[in-house]
């Protein structure tokens, strides 16, 4: 369609859902991708102009640089900080438009992910914003880079991957309803953990999810905390 039309699509995504949208083909950003040290393509795209603010993905492991344009709440976010920022994000190893096929989602190999988006796009310093389940992998790069990281910003941020642990009962619940159904076990952690309240906007986060991230690596992820 002509630059600048206002359309409305379709997504397929997992299952029988889909996630219409109404967007501005002009604020779609340039997908780009960078190597880490290990051979694995990573998807990344960088918009605005300004202090840089890397992004790693927030809900890690689940992430979709693409599709995450097509969630309002979110849309609005990048659309506003670019005005005065350059953002940038990624999709992590395993997750959306980055390689799938990979079975190490240790610290070390998240970093290799941030560390090949940052040099990919040359990067000298930049501000890094830690928040969620990304924080562990903002905080060690910061601590092992601190000439590169201009300013560590977090929210809501936990120091290790199992800081994010529910109770024992309640982890060993989650995992047996991941394995027996991924789309009740997306849905469940979308209208709870990530608080989402609205049922709409919780709905959009759990597709996001399930198309982000296979049932196969989210069970790798999961065991590997």
Not at 2 to 31: F, K, N
Not at 43 to 64: C, Y
Not at 168 to 173: F, H, I, K, L, M
């Amino acid at each position: 369609p002509p630059a600048g039309r206002l359309c409305e699509g379709a997504i397929s995504l997992t299952g029988r859902s889909q996630l219409r949208v109404r967007y501005d083909i002009r604020m779609e950003p340039r997908i780009q991708y960078a190597t880490t040290s290990d051979g694995v393509s990573i998807a990344l795209w960088s918009i605005g102009e300004g202090l840089p603010i890397v992004n790693p993905p927030p809900a890690l492991p689940w992430s979709h640089i693409e599709l995450e344009w097509q969630i309002p709440e979110w849309r609005h976010w990048y659309e506003h900080l670019q005005e005065t920022y350059q953002i940038v994000r990624y999709d992590n190893r395993g997750s959306g438009l980055s390689t799938r096929n990979v079975s190490d989602f240790s610290l070390e190999a998240h970093l290799r992910d941030l560390e090949a988006v940052v040099d990919r796009l040359g990067l000298e310093k930049f501000a890094l914003f830690g928040m969620y389940t990304n924080a562990p992998v903002a905080i060690a790069y910061a601590a092992r880079h601190p000439e590169r990281v201009s300013q560590l910003i977090l929210f809501c941020a936990m120091a290790r991957a199992t800081d994010s642990h529910a109770s024992p009962g309640t982890e060993e619940a989650l995992a047996h309803l991941r394995d027996i159904d991924y789309e009740l076990f997306t849905e469940t952690l979308a209208h709870t953990v990530f608080g989402w309240s609205e049922g709409d906007a919780a709905h959009r986060v759990a597709v996001y999810m399930r198309e982000s991230l296979s049932h196969k690596a989210a069970r790798i992820c999961w065991e590997s905390d």
